[in-house]
């Protein structure tokens, strides 16, 4: 088994791999147009030619990186395919020299042996401007935002309408 950057070709497997976990609520839906439009963001695991794990960092800027969609196929899984995909998507970050990779996840156990930490999701107030605005479980969210690195508690993101109900302290960007 060993990981790779996804090309074009991987999306469809990818949108199944994602979609084994999406229908019950486990992973976020993607949909195949935003998965071919951000494949740069992904890395697969692949065994014998057949991809069975992926997962993708999504850059927000030199301050904040996101880890999403890691999956696993349920029969390839404690064979260490997360923690490759998650490895590889970490290195991704440093390449970029991004000082803060976040997730939001309900395994906040597999996260913390990778080196994450809990962090309260005030401290990113771009990955809450970016999707939990829009999120219907905004108030009654579930996930553990996690941290890895110094989370950067301000934001480079517009201030949604809907982050006016949703109070975050925001620092203003050094320089400005
Ligand atoms: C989470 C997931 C990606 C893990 O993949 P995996 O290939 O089984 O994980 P690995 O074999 O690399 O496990 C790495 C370590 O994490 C541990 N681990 C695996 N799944 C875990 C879980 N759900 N909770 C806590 N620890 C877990 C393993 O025991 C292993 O520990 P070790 O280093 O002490 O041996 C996989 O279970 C999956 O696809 N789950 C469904 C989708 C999901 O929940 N994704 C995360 C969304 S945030």
């Not at 992926?54 to 996101?66: D, F, Q, R, T, V």
């Not at 998650?86 to 020299?97: I, P, Q, S, Y």
């Not at 479980?137 to 993101?157: T, Y």
Request: charged residues 25%; hydrophobic residues 40%.
């Amino acid at each position: 088994m060993h990981t790779r950057e996804a090309v074009l070709a991987d999306a469809q497997a990818i949108y199944d791999l994602i979609g084994t976990y999406s229908g019950d609520g486990t992973l976020l839906p993607r949909r195949l147009p935003e998965i071919c439009e951000n494949i740069r963001d992904f890395v697969v695991a692949e065994k014998a030619g057949q991809i069975i794990g992926c997962g993708a960092l999504h850059l927000y800027g030199p301050h904040l990186a996101e880890v999403r969609s890691i999956a696993v196929y349920p029969h390839h899984r404690g064979s260490g395919a997360g923690r490759q995909v998650v490895d590889a998507l970490l290195r991704e970050a440093e390449r970029h020299r991004v000082s803060c990779v976040c997730l939001f996840t309900r395994i906040p156990e597999f996260f913390s042996r990778l080196g994450f930490s809990v962090a309260p999701r005030e401290h990113l107030p771009d990955k809450v401007y970016k999707d939990c605005c829009n999120c219907p479980r905004l108030q009654s969210c579930d996930e553990v935002p996690m941290v890895r690195g110094q989370a950067p508690k301000f934001a480079i993101l517009p201030r949604p309408f809907m982050a006016a109900q949703f109070p975050i302290t925001i620092r203003p960007l050094e320089g400005e």
